[in-house]
């Protein structure tokens, strides 16, 4: 008897649990790689958001286009009702709009901005992101202040910023558009620039050290500026500086970031990094989230009930803000 109200009891517990109602609301979530920093920060500002609304499912395409691909279609099978994707390769975004359109699930991108075409394809397609450019822009003025400030920084005293760049991953608009503005920027403040050399870290700490290891190899003190496409390769190479013997007694490198981390921001606070660019992760992830919820609940987003500014209708923009470390506030 005992036994077998038992197996009655447990009966129920499999019905109950097994059958959500139909029209329960999920947003599932899919990310290029969860080891990168910044994108930590945009899930976990995704993840509180859902506390209390409609629950989300994160998952970690590990850097894989195929995976990522599984993953939406799951997602899609499974009866999500909105899908908020960080492409593992933008270019592929086609695809999964068209995957998403043909089932009527809608579809958010953040931070890996699809192409235009791409875009338009569908009308409940969104993206949420920052302009590059901009962090670019940023990023040259601060490096562009210590250059007019500090005479000292010439190091060989060409009238020349020899400089090199760690990029991001190749074919991001932001590892493209963060490069050409820096460079833009300094060159539109009269500021006469040789690049040494570039190299790709991947986003990565570890990439940042080894590209910086390297240049230091090949052209060691004439370096004198590093650019890195993000605060997590600027720290890497910092790293890869202080192996060298910068940073002790007078031997400074000015190196800037973008994204302001947490280890970024500590950085900025300890004199290591010159300068970075605040990249708003709690807000991308937020305004995401308020999207998919919107187009989860069938309404049409908008400014208002988003809360973040929609342009073109399907484009929310969060602005990247300078931060300037020790040596250029303190001037
Ligand atoms: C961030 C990087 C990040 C990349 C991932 C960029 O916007 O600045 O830190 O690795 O996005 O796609
Ligand atoms: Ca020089």
Redesign the pocket.
Known sequence: MRRLCFTIFIAILILITSCGSADEKRIGVSV?DFS????TEVRNAISSCSENDIPVTIVDAGGKQQTQNEQIERFIEEGYSAIIV?SVDRTASGVLIEKCRQNNVPLVFI??EPVKDDMAKWDKVYYVG?KAEDSGIMAGELMADYWLSYPEADKNGDGVMQFVVIK?ETG?Q?TELRTEYFIETLLSKGIQLEKLHEDTGM?MRRGGYDVMSSFLDRSGDAIEAVFAN???MALGAIEALQDDGYFRTSRFMPVIG??GTPSGKAALDNGLLLGTVF?DAENQGRAAYNIAKELSEGRVPSSESIGYPLSDGHYVWIPYKPLPGLLLSGK
């Open positions: 290029y990168d920093s910044f994108i960080n931070n890996r920052a991001g991001h932001d986003w993000n605060d997590d973008i994204d990249n």
